[in-house]
């Protein structure tokens, strides 16, 4: 099998970030989200239907189209 040094290094960062939170996933995520609380710089999910689909779909029902769905294909 190929070594990949890359993976290897990510594999080991994993690890390591795992093994100080005692292996516990839950625990692990507990510690991201209070450093993120504490640094001001929250990671924010991106928000579902932000496709140039939606924004289509929103500009015809904001223009009175019927169908709006219509103008995504």
Partial sequence: MIRN???DE???ARAKL???ADGDVRKYLEG???RELESGHLLKPKPKGTTG???AAD???ADGESSP???CF
């Fill in 32 to 34: 991201v989200r209070k």
């Fill in 59 to 61: 500009e015809a029902i």
């Fill in 53 to 55: 689909c939606t924004r």
């Fill in 69 to 71: 769905a219509a103008r």
């Fill in 18 to 20: 795992l093994a100080d």
């Fill in 10 to 12: 990510l594999y080991a």
């Fill in 5 to 7: 040094p890359i993976l």
